[in-house]
């Protein structure tokens, strides 16, 4: 499984979670399965996704993609985002 966490702010979080939500059938179509969304306690607007991916080649054809980065200025993202694609090495319990 590999994971992408994506960190950037928004100038609008409704806008950009309706475009989000919008974008979910496309994100499972190209091999998502499924996202936590986070976001700062101190700040509404600094999130946090990390979306699970079968596998690195489906995460990065997607991220890298010119229509999301399309998207991601009508949603409002401000600057260039924070992107690191992950693989999980161990699971704890505690």
Do not use: C
């Amino acid at each position: 499984m590999t994971y992408v966490l994506v960190i950037h702010r928004v100038e609008d979080y409704a806008k950009w979670k309706s475009l989000y939500d919008e974008d979910g059938a496309i994100r499972k179509a190209k091999g998502s399965k499924g996202a936590k969304l986070l976001r700062n306690t101190n700040d509404p607007n600094h999130l946090v996704v990390m979306t699970e991916w079968d596998d690195l080649d489906s995460a990065k054809n997607f991220v890298e993609s010119e229509d999301l980065s399309k998207t991601m200025q009508e949603a409002t993202v401000v600057g260039k985002p924070a992107v690191f694609y992950l693989e999980e090495i161990e699971k704890t319990e505690y």
